[in-house]
């Protein structure tokens, strides 16, 4: 192991999680992904392995059969993770968030009926803001929640949804207008509902199909999916807290660890992009010398490296924010938007070091150069990251008077 993305401060028991996770990335994810991502296929056998680690109930506390682990804890472990396969990450990513809000946010009953076997990775979960035309403009959500004696009818169609197939337990955001005068605000009057469903496609319980898988340039092997609500009907205590109009802020709450984890992600593909890149210019030949020895290529992996660990330390500070209990998404912001684009940067320059090969489907850097993208837009693009982290500058740096 290299010095780069070091973490200073560990407890004993975190180290051990964290070489635990690498041991199997090595063993049980690299060997297959590349193989397994150009068939598109789940992976199964790896996600049984990450349920077997206990990896699924990470941060869920411990009286609900979880880890109890920190926010840090997590965000490493998926920088791990990412580094072997990043759609393995995604997997874990979409059951953390959910998980994260029933804990934050949910009733006590919410919380006894599914964190337990989320803990356990019996109840997988996926999370859904966006719509086919709404994109970062989450205040324009057209799906509706409507009142009908004891429960809601959902109606909508909804996009973009990681682990749409796989999952048992959607939280759906959803414009509900019941008790909110009109001329509300948008974001206060929209609501998180549970939906509880069977795995598959197709119409998977009456009033909701889940289409099929979309097809993908990268991030693959994990099911994308849309999702259409047709008078679904959902229980009143299935309402996330069990109150109408706070969905707005309970998924912004998710989003915001979600940041960190697309930062964490992001510095585990430039991690395993930087592993590639200079083991190839320590074996590859030209002008009679190992290319490593030529200043270009010295040049590119002081850079490369030189941004492998700026994104980490970003990743590591924002995540440690978080678990202070102090307000982080200004700090998630920076990171995901930095680790993101430096993540691109990286994965090019491990590209252009391969020459031709890293055209070439045999060579791992050529997965690598699919998947580095979808960090840009994934949880908010690089745009709105920006527009975030140019608010808050302003809050902090007002003038007065």
Not at 157 to 178: F, H, I, P, Y
Not at 196 to 205: A, S
Not at 223 to 245: Q, S, W, Y
Not at 278 to 297: D, E, L, N, P
Request: hydrophobic share 40%; net charge negative; charged share 25%.
């Amino acid at each position: 192991m290299g010095r780069l993305a070091q973490t200073e401060g560990l407890t004993d028991v975190q180290r051990e999680i964290l070489a635990t996770v690498r041991e199997f990335v090595d063993k049980e994810i690299i060997p297959v992904a590349t193989e397994l991502e150009h068939r598109d296929e789940y992976p199964t056998r790896i996600v049984e392995g990450l349920k077997e680690l206990g990896l699924f109930g990470l941060m869920i506390p411990e009286e609900y059969g979880g880890l109890g682990e920190s926010l840090l804890t997590y965000a490493l472990c998926v920088e791990e993770i990412a580094r072997g396969w990043m759609s393995v990450s995604g997997i874990i990513n979409t059951h953390f968030i959910v998980a994260y809000m029933l804990k934050q946010h949910g009733t006590r009953e919410q919380k006894d009926h599914f964190l337990p076997r989320m803990a356990a990775g019996e109840v997988r979960g996926a999370f859904s803001m966006s719509e086919p035309g709404l994109g970062s403009d989450v205040s324009a959500i057209t799906s509706k929640g409507v009142r009908d004696g004891d429960d809601f009818l959902l109606t909508g169609q909804k996009m973009w949804l990681t682990n749409g197939g796989s999952s048992t337990l959607v939280a759906v955001l959803c414009r509900t207008d019941e008790g909110h005068p009109e001329g509300t605000a948008p974001h206060k009057s929209m609501t998180t509902f549970l939906i509880e469903k069977e795995p598959g496609f197709g119409q998977v319980k009456p009033g909701l199909t889940i289409p099929g898988k979309i097809e993908k340039m990268g991030y693959k092997g994990v099911d994308t999916t849309e999702l259409i609500m047709d008078g679904l009907r959902v229980p009143a205590d299935r309402v996330l807290g069990g109150a109408t109009g706070r969905g707005f802020y309970q998924m912004m709450d998710g989003v915001e660890v979600g940041r960190v984890n697309v930062a964490a992600r992001g510095c585990g593909v430039a991690q395993r992009a930087f592993e590639l890149g200079v083991s190839y210019a320590q074996q590859r030949h030209t002008f009679g010398k190992a290319i490593a020895q030529h200043q270009a290529i010295q040049f590119k992996l002081a850079e490369m490296a030189t941004k492998v660990e700026a994104a980490h330390a970003m990743m590591v500070n924002a995540a440690r924010k978080k678990d202070s209990g102090q307000r982080n998404d200004l700090e998630a912001g920076m990171a995901k938007y930095l680790a993101s684009e430096y993540c691109k940067e990286v994965v090019e320059d491990a590209f252009r070091i391969h020459g031709g090969y890293g055209f070439s489907k045999e060579y791992e850097i050529e997965r690598l150069y699919r998947e580095a993208p979808m960090l840009l837009i994934g949880e908010g693009t690089a745009e709105i990251q920006k527009m975030i982290i140019g608010r808050r500058l302003l809050e902090d740096y007002r003038i007065h008077g």
